[in-house]
């Protein structure tokens, strides 16, 4: 497993944009899928976007598809989620995950997660 921890977060306005990165340690970085999932007040975690080990591959959610990118620098062991034009129902807890599995990945089963970072967009 690694180790993730996110920073980034914050209360900005509708429109406005945020970075969040992950930090990854305790493992070889770029041999791990990455991605970024978000848990709103009383309702599940989803998935955000997720990111191949070269960085030249990603995978969006529909809602985030246009606004957000993700990307990664394996000599820094981080990836980022480059946010736009904000929205209230992006707000929520954005945690990071790693794993060597895709699948695994995406559905949410990752093995290692960072504790989360809150991103606010008042309504």
């Known amino acids: 497993q690694v180790q993730l921890v996110e920073s980034g977060g914050g209360l900005v306005q509708t429109g406005g944009s945020l970075r969040l990165s992950c930090a990854a340690s305790g493992r070889t970085f770029s041999g791990y899928y990455m991605g970024w999932f978000r848990q709103a007040p009383e309702k599940e975690r989803e998935f955000v976007a997720a990111i191949g080990w070269s960085g030249t591959v990603t995978y969006y959610a529909d809602s985030v598809k246009g606004r957000f990118t993700i990307s990664r620098d394996n000599a820094q062991n981080t990836v980022y989620l480059q946010m736009y034009n904000l929205k209230p129902e992006d707000t929520a807890v954005y945690s990071c995950?790693?794993?060597?599995?895709?699948?695994?990945?995406?559905?949410?089963?990752?093995?290692?997660w960072g504790q989360g970072t809150q991103v606010t967009v008042p309504s």
């Open positions: 995950a790693a794993d060597t599995s895709l699948s695994r990945l995406r559905i949410g089963q990752s093995g290692s």
